[in-house]
C-alpha cells in the first residue's frame, strides 16, 4: 500500500438504510448528494438499489447522471436544485425530477419540458431553498393542476431534538401542504429521529446511512488507512514537525504516514486523535501538514506499516469534534487521492 486508503462497508450502509427505514412508517429514499458524501456515488446508489430504495436525491442535475447509471431505469432521481438554466437535456436524458424552487423555475419547467415529472421545494423557514408561504400561495392552483409527484421542504435545526424551530417549521409545512393530494416529504436523518408526526410519506436520510451523527446507532462505514513512510528515533527534547508544537519528553518513535489535509485530514484536528495499528491507540503529535502526519508509535512492540485513522472507535464524528467541525464536512473533505475499496 503506498496510498492511504478508504474502505468503504457496503453493508454496514445498507443496515444503516434499513435501521432508519425501520424507524419510520413512511418510505425511505436516500440522500447521495456530493458523490455519496465522498464515498462514491456508484457504488453507494447501486448497493442502496439492492437493499431496497426507490427513491433518490442529489443537489444537481449532474449528479443525477451519474446516480442514473448506477441505479437502472427504475428508481426516482430528485434534483435539489430544481430545473435550473441549462439543465433541460440532462433531466430529460436522465430521467431526473427537478424539485421546483422557484416561480422562474417552474416556468422554466412547464415551457421547456411540459410533460416531465417534477416535484416542489417549499420554504419552511430555512430561507435557503424552496417556495415561500406567500410564491406558493400564488403558484399552487397552477403547479398542481400539473401533479407534481413530490413535496418537500427541509429542517434548519433538526440535530437539535429540542429546537423550538423543529416544531415551528412543522406547522408552517402543513399549513402550506394539508388538503394537498401528492407525496410529502420532510426528513433527513435528524427529522426521523424527531419522531411520525415529521415522516409525511417519504424520509430522505443522508448523513445517517454513511455512519454519522445524528444517528447515534449508526454503524461505521468508512475506514481510512494510511501507510507508514518512514519511522525514526527521536530523542528527548527534539521537536517534531512545523512550528515544533510537539517535544519528545521520552526517547521516541515516530512514524510518518502519507495522508495529510489535503486529504480532508484537516490541520485543525490537531493533536487529540490516535492512529491505531491493530486496534491499538498512538497518539497523532506534531502539526498535521498538507500530505504528511506524525505519529508517536514508541509503545508499538511491532514496527506498524500502515496506521488506521478512521475505524469503529474513532468515527468520522470524532475527528470533526478535533477539528471544530461536522462529520458531514469531514467525510465530503475525503479526495481524491484515497484509492477506494468497497466490502459488498
Ligand atoms: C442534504 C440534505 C438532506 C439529507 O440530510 P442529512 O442530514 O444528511 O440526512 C435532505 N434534504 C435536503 C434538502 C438536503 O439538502
Redesign the pocket.
Known amino acids: 500500500m503506498s496510498t492511504a486508503r478508504l474502505t468503504i462497508n457496503l453493508h454496514a450502509l445498507a443496515r444503516n438504510w434499513r435501521a432508519l427505514d425501520a424507524k419510520s412508517a413512511a418510505e425511505t429514499g436516500a ?1 447521495v ?1 456530493a458523490d455519496a458524501y465522498g464515498l462514491g456515488a456508484g457504488p453507494v446508489s447501486d448497493a442502496l438499489v439492492e437493499a431496497g430504495v426507490r427513491k433518490f ?1 442529489v ?1 444537481v442535475a449532474e449528479e443525477g447522471a451519474a446516480v442514473r447509471e448506477a441505479v437502472g431505469s427504475g428508481p426516482m432521481i430528485a434534483v ?1 436544485s430544481g430545473h435550473m438554466e441549462g439543465d433541460t437535456d440532462l433531466l430529460r436524458q436522465h430521467s431526473l425530477v427537478p424539485l421546483i424552487n422557484s416561480a422562474e423555475q417552474l416556468l422554466r419547467h412547464f415551457e421547456a419540458l411540459p410533460d416531465h415529472p417534477f416535484g416542489i421545494q417549499l420554504d419552511s423557514g430555512m430561507n435557503r ?1 424552496g417556495m415561500e408561504p406567500a410564491d406558493w400561495a400564488e403558484l399552487r392552483d397552477k403547479a398542481l393542476s400539473r401533479k407534481p409527484v413530490l413535496i ?1 421542504s ?1 429542517l434548519a435545526c ?1 440535530d437539535e431534538p429540542d429546537h423550538a424551530m423543529n416544531a415551528k417549521q412543522l406547522s408552517v409545512f402543513k399549513a402550506m401542504t394539508d388538503g394537498v393530494k401528492v407525496p410529502r416529504s420532510l426528513a ?3 427529522g426521523i429521529l424527531l419522531g411520525r408526526e415529521y415522516h409525511f410519506d417519504l424520509c ?5 446511512l454513511y455512519g454519522g451523527m445524528p444517528f447515534d446507532e449508526a454503524r461505521p462505514v468508512v475506514k481510512v488507512d494510511l501507510p507508514v513512510i518512514q519511522i525514526r528515533d527521536v530523542a528527548v527534547g527534539e521537536t517534531v514537525g512545523y512550528g515544533n508544537t510537539w517535544t519528545a519528553r521520552r526517547p521516541s518513535r515516530i512514524a510518518t504516514v502519507a495522508a495529510g489535509y489535503a486529504d480532508g485530514l484537516h490541520r485543525a484536528i490537531g493533536g487529540g486523535i490516535d492512529a491505531f495499528a491493530s486496534g491499538q491507540p498512538c497518539p497523532v503529535v506534531g502539526r498535521i501538514s498538507m500530505d504528511l502526519i506524525t505519529v508517536d508509535v514508541t509503545d508499538l512492540t511491532k514496527t506498524p506499516t500502515s496506521l488506521r485513522i478512521l475505524n469503529g472507535h474513532q468515527t468520522v464524528d470524532d475527528l470533526a469534534e478535533a477539528a471544530g467541525t461536522i462529520g ?1 464536512e469531514i467525510l465530503t473533505s475525503l479526495g481524491s487521492r484515497y484509492s477506494r475499496g468497497y466490502v459488498e
Open positions: 440522500v448528494k436525491f443537489a435539489f431553498l418537500t427541509h433538526a433527513a436523518t435528524g430522505r436520510p443522508g448523513i445517517g458531514y
